[in-house]
């Protein structure tokens, strides 16, 4: 039986990409551009702040102006972290399900720590999440299992007995490699380029609500067995 479930944060829990597509064009204002539209950059924001900046900004030869550009991009989403961000609908109904459950629950994601724990702090999540672990809190970011491994360990589950959910293929394989069963969102930010069933994860998740019903299967299977 499942006792503990690890999520990503940006697409799985949050619906974080309006404040990042927000930070994005103030900083394409500073440089006199107009904003860029919405949908190319909600498909980015999975994989982090310098594909967000290379999908909306114009190419950049020099490495270090580009590092520049990437500093104020993310000190602008800094200053505006959570005015849009919200729980994706259902997510909160799941959260308060695995609380009354007993289930454990953490956060595992890729973003920084000093992004990622005044964005849990403003949402409420940082008095509920059993565990927050950020991109920076081991040597090693996902696809790598370390990040949730570390997470299993805070909690003191057994891999075997926890499941990962995230909405990019980095999220299963650091998952999997880590021993858990995985999942993903396909209501984060799964682009139509994106191949989840190729992904190898244990189930693909419509809606928060199917995570649910996912853990009421793997019990009913356990009990079978016993």
């Keep these: 039986m499942i006792t ?55 190419p950049c030869d020099s490495p270090a102006r580009f590092d520049a550009l990437r500093a104020r991009f993310l000190e602008l989403y800094a200053e505006n972290i959570a005015i849009h961000t919200a729980p994706f609908a259902g997510v909160e109904d799941v959260l308060a399900t695995l609380d009354a459950r007993g289930i454990r629950w953490g956060i595992v994601t890729n973003k920084p720590a000093w992004l990622t724990d005044p964005l849990v702090e403003r949402i409420g999540y940082a008095s509920r999440a059993a565990c927050v672990v950020s ?50 969102a396909l209501f984060g930010y799964v682009t139509p380029d994106d ?9 693909l998740l419509d809606a928060p609500a199917d995570l649910i019903t996912l853990l009421d299967r793997r019990a009913h299977g356990a009990e079978r067995r016993a």
């Design 135 to 184: 991109g920076d809190t081991t040597p090693y970011s996902k696809p790598h299992p370390a990040p949730v491994l570390h997470g299993c360990e805070a909690l003191g589950a057994r891999p075997a007995d926890a499941l990962y959910v995230g909405d990019a293929e980095r999220d299963v394989q650091a998952g999997r490699a880590a021993g858990l069963l995985t999942a993903v």
């Design 4 to 58: 503990t479930v690890l999520f990503d944060l940006d697409g799985t829990l949050l619906d974080t990409g309006p404040d990042i597509a927000h930070a994005l064009n103030l900083l394409r204002g500073e440089h006199g551009l107009e904003p860029y539209p919405y949908p190319p950059i909600r498909a980015c924001v999975s994989h982090g702040a310098t594909a967000v900046l290379k999908c909306g900004f114009p």
């Design 195 to 203: 191949d989840p069933v190729a992904w190898g994860a244990d189930a």
